[in-house]
């Protein structure tokens, strides 16, 4: 028992003495282990070099000059009837010959509409009559009416997603067209009968139901139902003598300017019409009057052709210039622009984009980059065509071994790099 005591005892003894211990030994151990990981990691970023890269394909690039424009056409409101319930029966965009018809006049809001009811049951009955007439013979290839639909549903995302409205209703009549005939393709069957009779009978229900009378228009022209209120505001015929001054403060009243409700839409006279913007005079120096470029209207997919009018060629110590651009071309989201930011493109480069970060200078004092080949780095020289502080512009020469070719994994992130340097 004595031996037993003096045992246990003992155990007690160095349970109280690890216990007084293990708390020291953890923090030292911990202490350690983060400066052996904080060591491993420095080493890592040492020996480990994370290799990035793109894939070169070839883009276009142009030299451009961006600025808000000032839209100016020759136009005339056209006032409404008073009295009565007018719209416009034309499209925005559409032509329109001397006196023709441009808008009609209702008794009331609710013959307006009945009225645009009838024609839109018109155009659904002429529709199906034609369709019943060639059903018969109507393409087979289902996997081409399947694309068909996929691109007027694009169509349809992008008129919304630029809130054209007319634009709109035109994809929306594509697609419905596109699935009726996917129907009749699949062999599913179509009681045009009963759809044409029903169409009919709506038709007859409103058939009473008539203008009261029309506006016509004293010259040939565009019709647009936008109004924005700077119709006469702004000289046609003086564009080119504009002032840096006088633009600035056109832009102002046209940023001001109040749509007038007395009026149901404009005539656009002329289909030559202008892009107004100040610019540097030294973004002018490759540029003269009568040249022709692209204008990209921001904010839209639109690029327009149009010709310098005035305001390229610039005398010493000009500092600003109005440059004029001019257009004819002519659609119903054309004539309801007005004051827009703009891209003026020149000097069009065609080849391999490759970012500031990827170009080098080798040996030979040329520019250069490396692409990985497998694991394997290879120098890839060629002709720069055009630099900017972000990227530069390589030719595309396929007869060149040693030019950047098609799908290269051009490196933008590596170190150390030179022709034949392994990664593994």
Not at 52 to 58: F, S
Not at 59 to 65: D, F, G, L, R, W
Not at 385 to 394: E, N, R
Request: with cysteine; hydrophobic share 35%; net charge negative.
């Amino acid at each position: 028992m004595p031996e037993e005591s003096k045992l246990k005892s003992v155990k007690n003894k160095v349970e109280q003495q690890s216990d007084r211990i293990r708390p020291d030994v953890v923090a030292i151990v911990a202490v350690v282990l983060i400066i052996l990981v904080y060591i491993g990691v420095e080493v890592h970023k040492v020996t480990h070099i994370d290799v990035k890269t793109i894939t070169a394909t070839q883009s276009v690039v142009y030299e451009t000059i961006e600025a808000k424009a000032l839209v100016v056409r020759d136009e005339q409101p056209i006032s409404t009837n008073s009295g009565g319930v007018t719209v416009p029966c034309i499209q925005d965009g559409e032509k329109v010959a001397l006196d023709g018809n441009i808008a009609m006049t209702f008794n009331s809001s609710e013959d307006a509409k009945k009225y645009s009811d009838l024609q839109v049951l018109h155009s659904q009955l002429d529709y199906y009559l034609d369709l019943q007439t060639k059903s018969a013979g109507l393409n087979s290839d289902i996997a081409t009416i399947d694309k068909d639909i996929i691109e007027d549903i694009n169509a349809y995302v992008l008129s919304s997603s630029k809130g054209d409205i007319s634009a709109l209703s035109t994809d929306a009549e594509m697609i419905n067209d596109k699935l009726t005939r996917r129907q009749l393709i699949i062999g599913q069957q179509i009681d045009f009968g009963a759809i044409i009779t029903d169409l009919q009978s709506q038709i007859n229900a409103l058939s009473s139901v008539k203008p009261t009378s029309f506006i016509t228009t004293d010259k040939s022209g565009t019709f647009s139902s936008y109004v924005d209120g700077c119709e006469e505001m702004f000289d046609y015929d003086s564009v080119t003598q504009l002032t840096p001054e006088q633009l600035e403060n056109y832009l102002t009243q046209a940023e001001n300017a109040e749509k007038n409700d007395a009026y149901i839409g404009k005539l656009i006279n002329n289909f030559k019409w202008y892009f107004c913007c100040t610019v540097d005079a030294s973004a002018l120096e490759n540029l003269h009057n009568g040249d022709s470029l692209d204008v990209a209207i921001k904010g839209t997919d639109r690029v327009l052709r149009c010709k310098i009018e005035s305001g390229a060629d610039v005398s010493l110590g000009t500092e600003k210039s109005v440059l004029v651009l001019s257009s004819s071309e002519m659609d119903g989201m054309i004539t309801s622009i007005r004051s827009e930011d703009i891209e003026i493109r020149y000097n069009e480069y065609k080849g391999f984009k490759i970012p500031a970060e990827a170009i080098h200078v080798n040996a030979d004092g040329k520019k250069c980059v490396y692409a990985l080949i497998a694991n394997t780095v290879a120098e890839r020289t060629g002709e720069v065509l055009y630099t900017t502080k972000d990227y530069a512009i390589f030719k595309y020469d396929a007869k060149n071994s040693d030019s950047i070719r098609m799908y290269d994994q051009i490196i933008t992130k590596g170190k150390d790099l030179y022709d034949g340097k392994i990664y593994s």
